[in-house]
């Protein structure tokens, strides 16, 4: 598909679904591939959510290929290799949480003492020891949200689909299960994340797929794709006219801080090269260099950024 | 395989819901009622008619109640099917709960036909199970037992069957409330065109006159019938209950069978052909569940 020779966990080919005459999904193509963590961004309606409804088979598209673990959607053997988590665990309130795990294990094809060694394993790998007997009725949502992660994991599965992983969970839970996704990685499970927190994309995707009214804008790795100049924050002794003439002619841009007289802003294409030129030109200019530090924007405004780019 | 493990989940969902314990201890009360006001009754009939046989009074009175009776388990049975398959499909649907059982290894024709023979064990056990009950207590207390009591039975679970086949359908194709309006009201509407028709009769059996079928009612009661069998089969299962021997009887002082064309009653089994559409109704109609279950978006 993109000349890679790596085997694919997921191909996505010219995907493209319109619901009556809502295009929710138009003619995307990217390839995730195996043991890699891969992250699909994107603000609330921008089509993630049916992409992931397509590779789980909930959702038929309209148009295009997509092919899970090198399979047709519906090929049941491959089912057999998927785990998946949705983005609203709803399941049913009667089920205990032992009874929940027996039913989709058994749907996995999963029997007898290897089926009660995987529950108990499943359940501990999400910190729900000893709750094997609570009705998912009283559940919170974090809990539910676990739950459902467990029975996505009972199967061992080669690819794990996450929708909003860590939507429902407080901070421990979102270390938690961050940790066990980086464990899983370790293992060599493919996991695709659907997720608009940025956070859990930098810390556990290896590449990342930008989606905003049903198109792909970007896909690669998390560190390149958010890569931009940066902004030096220089402070001296005191600032004038030599010095701003002489960094103005090593970098994109020169601001003075109107927070700080002793201050300016030094926009640089290279973070490294440019702190040492910096360095030189201050020293060279006869002032004192008390600080040079970067200013780094977060990953939500580079994201915004991006979004707000492909809709201007 | 993954059908059956489908069936077992609705079976046991159905029992382990708090509704199900209710219907099961209102179906209890509802028995030990009936038993209580029955056998009342029957104290009050036989004292009234002291100078007749008690034992024929007994049977007269086993006979004559067996139909109302009978109309009223056909009637639990109905509502029981429409209120627990109605959103068979679409409450799962609607509830999210399907989200992580369809992209599991198996087929969706599987899901289908998994919650749908679930709730065919359960409404066909709660048929017969009612249906024994009740034709028993009246046997136990009167001594009438129709000689076509299986052929009865076998009626009604057909309504049963028909009615799910239609709330299955309905399920997969609009929400849940929308499926529950249309069942009830079809299926309240069904027997409004037989009941017209058995009035026209009697009141043209009360004037001498012989009854003759309108075209246009015929037409009516034949289209309700094949878009809504249950009323029809009910007409049947009513058919087997009484005793052929009345039947028989009546020709020979004179009257005609169709004096027996009330609502309720049925002087004739139902057709031939409307059984074999009942009976194709019942599997097309899951069938076409399937079908448009497998191309939904969920």
Redesign the interface.
């Known amino acids: 598909m993109n000349g890679d020779l790596r085997e694919c966990a997921v191909e996505v080919e010219g995907l493209t679904k319109i619901?009556d005459s809502l295009v929710a999904v138009d003619d995307i193509s990217f390839a995730m591939y195996r043991g890699e963590a891969f992250g699909f961004l994107g603000p609330n309606g921008a089509g993630k959510s049916t992409v992931v409804?397509i590779l789980?088979?909930?959702?038929?598209p309209t148009r295009g290929e997509v092919r899970v673990l090198g399979n047709p959607v519906s090929h049941?053997?491959t089912?057999?290799r998927?785990g998946?988590?949705?983005e609203?665990?709803?399941?049913?309130r009667?089920l205990r949480a032992k009874e929940f795990l027996d039913?989709?294990g058994?749907?996995?094809?999963l029997r007898g003492l290897l089926l009660e060694k995987r529950i108990k394993e499943v359940l501990a790998e999400v910190g729900l020891t000893g709750r094997e007997n609570q009705k998912l009725g009283t559940f919170s949502k974090g809990m539910l949200q676990r739950i459902?992660l467990a029975?996505a994991l009972l199967n061992r599965p080669d690819l794990v689909i996450l929708d909003e992983l860590v939507s429902g969970l407080d901070p421990v839970g979102v270390r938690d299960m961050r940790e066990l996704l980086r464990h899983l990685k370790m293992e060599g499970m493919s996991i695709f994340l659907n997720s608009h927190q940025l956070a859990d994309v930098e810390v556990i995707c290896d590449r990342v797929a930008i989606i905003n009214q049903g198109r792909i804008l970007k896909v690669g790795a998390p560190a390149a794709l958010f890569k931009g100049p940066t902004v030096l924050e220089v402070r001296v002794d005191q600032v004038n006219a030599e010095l701003l003439h002489y960094l103005d002619s090593i970098a994109l841009s020169v601001k003075r801080d109107e927070c700080d007289p002793n201050s300016v802003l030094v926009e640089v294409q290279d973070e490294k090269e440019a702190a040492a030129n910096v360095a030189s030109v201050v020293h060279a200019c006869g002032r004192s260099l008390y600080s040079l530090a970067p200013l780094r924007h977060s990953l939500e405004q580079l994201f915004l950024q991006i979004i707000d780019g492909s809709i201007d | 395989?993954?059908l059956l493990?489908i069936t077992r989940?609705t079976l046991q969902?159905a029992i382990?819901?708090r509704l199900f314990l209710v219907i099961v201890v209102l179906t209890a009360l509802l028995l030990v009622l009936f038993m209580l006001l029955f056998s009342a009754a029957l104290q009050v009939d036989l004292r009234a008619n002291s100078n007749v046989n008690p034992q024929l009074e007994l049977l007269a009175s086993g006979i004559i109640l067996t139909l109302p009776t009978m109309w009223v388990v056909y009637l639990q049975c109905s509502i029981m099917t429409i209120f627990l398959t109605v959103g068979m499909i679409s409450s799962e649907v609607e509830?999210?709960?399907?989200?992580?059982?369809?992209?599991?290894?198996?087929?969706r024709v599987e899901i289908v036909l998994g919650k749908w023979l679930g709730y065919a064990l359960i409404l066909s056990v709660y048929t017969a199970l009612l249906f024994f009950c009740y034709t028993g207590i009246i046997y136990w207390k009167t001594g009438y037992w129709s000689t076509q009591a299986l052929g009865a039975l076998g009626m009604l679970e057909l309504a049963v069957l028909a009615l799910m086949g239609f709330t299955t359908l309905g399920s997969t194709l609009v929400p849940t409330m929308v499926n529950g309006a249309i069942v009830l009201i079809l299926f309240v509407g069904a027997p409004i065109s037989s009941t017209v028709s058995s009035v026209i009769n009697l009141i043209t059996t009360a004037q001498g006159v012989v009854p003759q079928q309108s075209d246009t009612l015929q037409n009516i009661t034949t289209v309700v019938n094949l878009i809504m069998p249950p009323d029809a089969l009910w007409h049947g299962a009513a058919y087997y209950l009484l005793p052929t021997a009345a039947l028989d009887f009546l020709p020979t002082q004179g009257y005609s069978a169709g004096i027996l064309d009330i609502p309720f009653i049925s002087p004739q089994p139902i057709s031939i052909p409307l059984l074999i559409w009942v009976a194709f109704y019942c599997v097309v109609l899951p069938v076409l569940a399937v079908w448009h279950f497998h191309?939904r978006?969920?």
């Not at chain 1, 609203?88 to 049913?92: E, I, S």
């Not at chain 2, 509830?95 to 087929?107: D, E, N, Q, Y």
């Open positions: 619901y409804k789980t088979g909930l959702v038929a049941l053997e089912r057999r998927v998946y988590l949705p609203l665990p709803t399941f049913h009667w039913f989709h058994r749907l996995y094809g459902g029975q | 395989m993954g493990l989940f969902e382990r819901r509830a999210g709960t399907f989200s992580v059982i369809v992209p599991k290894p198996l087929r191309y978006d969920l």
